[in-house]
């Protein structure tokens, strides 16, 4: 389905606001011209694009596409997987290539503040190493939106910051409530009240 593949969802959304040639939005998405040709003739198919106008010119013509919608709401018990499943694998098999690569092991100690922490030990030379960190958090329902709003904007600033030499990251910032938690959580250890008996 094509609501549920981040690639497709991107193309077609292109042509949402206004008509487009394949030429501007190949340049725009930095996409070979011939395989963003090949995802439009099927979103044509499907009946999510259309073509508005062709311009004549001397060879063949140019085929302006639009969205038939300036937006579409696909209700989740319609899709046949979550939204996000198809880049969570992607982004879990990378970070384990990356980490055979690059990871020698992992030394887990006690911090300053008596929580247990795990540190990777790097191969010599290798490349940086991928970021897989996790915490288990107790937070009141008011922390958990701040929690969340400054992932966002983490990734917001940084979405911000394109380098024409950089190199392209997966990255993934979630948070879910875990119903049924058994254990210790990662949260500092509350101060003991002092002792006042005399």
């Excluded at 077609?12 to 003739?41: C, I, N, S, W, Y």
């Excluded at 917001?156 to 210790?184: C, K, S």
Aim: net charge positive; aromatic share 6%; glycine share 8%.
């Amino acid at each position: 389905m094509v609501f549920t593949q981040s690639h497709w969802r991107r193309i077609l959304l292109q042509f949402a606001r206004k008509p487009r040639a394949l030429g501007d939005v190949a340049r725009e998405l930095d996409m070979d011209l011939k395989q963003l040709h090949h995802f439009v003739t099927r979103l044509h198919r499907l009946g999510l694009v259309q073509v508005i106008e062709e311009r004549k010119r001397a060879g063949r013509g140019i085929k302006l596409y639009q969205c038939t919608g300036e937006s579409y709401f696909i209700p989740s018990m319609t899709a046949p997987a979550p939204f996000s499943r198809g880049l969570a694998k992607e982004l879990r098999g990378a970070i384990e290539r990356d980490a055979a690569a690059s990871i020698e092991g992992m030394v887990f100690s006690l911090d300053p503040q008596g929580r247990v922490c795990g540190t990777h030990v790097e191969k010599a030379n290798a490349r940086t190493s991928p970021m897989d960190s996790w915490r288990i958090l107790k937070l009141s329902a008011a922390q958990a939106t701040q929690l969340k709003k400054e992932l966002a904007d983490v990734l917001d600033r940084f979405q911000g910051m394109a380098d024409e030499r950089g190199h392209v990251y997966l990255v993934h910032a979630g948070m879910a409530r875990r119903l049924e938690h058994v254990g210790a959580i990662d949260n500092p250890p509350r101060a003991k009240a002092a002792d006042t008996t005399a």
